[in-house]
């Protein structure tokens, strides 16, 4: 059926003189008016409301970036309720001298971008419970509310890139945070098998070709997976920072919890389409629920799937990963190993860390020697011993430094801290 856009008939039309017909009604149509009028007056232009089916309203996180950033694209119109707030606080620490930011508020206050034709007002409802919000969208048309929207994908897109958007799954939903790449790692310090590693930058580099033709060439579905396991501790989160610091798409990260659900699934997966092509990677693959995976897997070569996603999995326990994520293309096409480090990685590591500094050329040669049963993770911890026993005598003995790790290593492995009458750990 042909979509029709003209004005139709309408069939309970509001009458200021016969409120309370129908509970609630007179109040919400008063404000859409009060909005519309406002707009009219400030514009000149006749806007009306629309109503979103769509999940990822990422406009009101770019809204709320404008205002907090001064962005002079957007104008405040008018406050909304005259007893509530139209101003807020925040304290910045993204910022070298973090400080705290006073700006507008994106709820109870109609803003606007006049120049695309669009405004936004998240309107609070009183409740017995509290003060809930409704977002309303306005626009003058239909070309110019499309435009806009395409306009937030490619903006979203383009912050993304200087960003990691972290969801986790908790009890009441998905849970979304923008953190920025304040120390992204180079391909240079990522300590790592170098087929491997020269294996997974190639499959990253080629899906960001910015012609794509070897897929388009070899009639391949653009879109690719690699999954990464292996004992924890050796450099799995690395190779992600390293990877959202170097590719040129957005990169989202996704820990999969108790919580995980089909509704969550799609949530994610449409977050990553729009910020196409772009990494998801997804921390803990095998604690999805048993529940979920048949779905999960649906999803993932399914008729929904979407396009330009490289996929990465990390898992410390590959034995419960589900056969059917393996091996079949659109799933995990390749599944690498991030193994314990052998001594020439050792060396490469503590001499990239700048062991050096603390026990000289040689004393580096003897930790990679000593520490045959480290992770990388405990290497690290090894330099913090080493600078801080150096910061303290202006020496670092290594060969003490290493065995005092690895009886405490040990202690854990066998839990005798917990039979060690002598040992106390609590508070008194």
Known sequence: ???????????????????????????????????????????????????????????????????????????????????????????????????YNIHLSIRNNVLAYPSMGVALARVPVFQENGINFQDFV???????????????????????INKVTVFTDRRNGVCREDEPITRAASREEVVLDAAVKREIYRSLDQFFDADRSFYVKYDIPYKRGILLYGHPGNGKTTLVKSIAGSVPGPVVYWQITEYTSSE???????????????????????????EVRSFFLNTL?????????????????????????????????????????NEALRLEFLRLRGFSAFAGEEGVGLAARLTGDFSLTQLGELYVSAALEWHENGTADVEQLVRGMRGELDKGRKREWLRDASSTIGFY
């Open 138 to 160: 306005f626009a003058a048309s239909d070309a110019q509310l499309q435009a806009f929207l395409g306009n937030v994908r490619k903006r979203q897109r383009e912050q993304n």
């Open 1 to 99: 059926m042909k979509q029709e856009y003209e004005k139709q008939a309408v069939v309970f039309p509001y009458d200021a003189g016969a409120s309370g017909l129908i509970k609630g009604y007179d109040v919400y149509a008063r404000l859409v008016d009060g909005i519309l009028e406002a707009l009219y007056t400030r514009y000149n232009v006749r806007y009306e409301l629309y109503a979103s089916d769509d999940p990822n309203s990422e406009y009101w996180k770019l809204l709320q970036d404008d205002v907090q950033s001064g962005n002079p694209e957007v104008e405040h119109v008018a406050r909304i309720f005259d007893r509530l707030e139209d101003r807020t606080f925040v304290y910045d620490d993204d910022k070298e001298q973090p400080e």
């Open 264 to 290: 969550s699934v799609n949530e994610v997966f449409e977050a990553a389409a729009r910020l196409a092509p772009m990494v998801l990677v997804i921390e803990d693959i095998d604690s999805m629920p048993q």
């Open 301 to 341: 070569d399914g008729a929904t799937s979407k396009e330009g996603i490289f996929l990465i999995g990390t898992t410390n326990y590959p034995d419960k990963i589900d056969p059917g994520l393996m091996n079949r293309a659109g799933r995990f096409d390749r599944a690498y190993e991030i193994k314990m480090p």
